[in-house]
């Protein structure tokens, strides 16, 4: 121990040695501050860094799915655009069988109301060959006979061509209304099927979005843990330096005392 003269000489040397504990005190506790604003700065950057990369994944997964729903209804709206084409076609082909069929019918029916006519024009030709002797009045109730004849061939065949054309109508009809109820039903079923896309889409963007809920809260809970295992560090890391501290200038308070007793 040092040699000293007076008690202020003890008192000025013991607070030198005082002050020095006090300084390397401050100065550990500053190098622990320090260090833990860089841990913690690293942490957040990191935990934003991962958030960042979080979100753009969601937002990439997000397009994924988008993009791939959109393909899907480009591709149903083709399928069921060939669909309508398909039974467009078909029923094209029955509605120009429908109307050739009503031509032919037509066209025979016509040439059998023609052979009848000429038929009749052929008869009252003989019958006016064998009469030609006839009198005059004969001849005139021969030609009103004719008349009455094809008058009623016409009403007969007029008849008939109207149940033709109404037969024919009909049917025309009933094909154009199968067209339409098949074309309905497609477009039911495209509508079904992209409302189907629809739900699938969102219920996946649904899960995705809960996904990254979880994925998030796992970060950030890990963070505060983190945050937590810091504080608890550098709360125990202080805990450590002041017990130092208060255990040497105990010791030095121990040999200040040590040093007066020599003046008792």
Partial sequence: MNS????????????????SLYEKYTAQLQIVEKNKIQIYTTLQKKYEEQLIALEQLKQN??????????????????????????????????????????????????????????????????????????????????????????????????????ILEEKHEEKCELIEQKRDEAIEKILDSEIASQNQLENQLFEKLQDLNEKIDQQQDTLERDFIEKEHSLEEMV??????????????????????????????
Wanted: with cysteine; proline share 0%.
């Fill in 4 to 19: 000293f003269q007076t008690i202020e000489e003890v008192n000025g040397y013991f607070e030198k040695q005082l002050e």
């Fill in 235 to 264: 709360n125990t890391e202080c805990e450590k330096i002041e017990v130092d501290y208060e255990q040497k200038c105990n010791k030095v308070y121990e040999q200040q005392e040590q040093a007066l007793a020599q003046f008792d």
């Fill in 61 to 162: 997964e997000e397009n994924d799915l988008k993009q791939n729903c959109a393909l899907a209804v480009d591709k149903i709206k083709f399928l069921f655009e060939n669909k309508k084409q398909i039974i467009l076609e078909k029923y094209k082909s029955e509605y120009n069988e429908e109307v050739k069929g009503y031509k032919q019918n037509k066209v025979q029916l016509l040439e059998q109301m023609q052979s009848e006519e000429r038929a009749v024009f052929k008869n009252y030709q003989h019958q006016q060959v064998e009469k030609s002797r006839c009198l005059i009045t004969d001849f005139e109730q021969r030609l009103d006979e004719l008349h009455s004849e094809l008058l009623n061939l016409c009403e007969i065949y007029e008849q008939q061509f109207s």
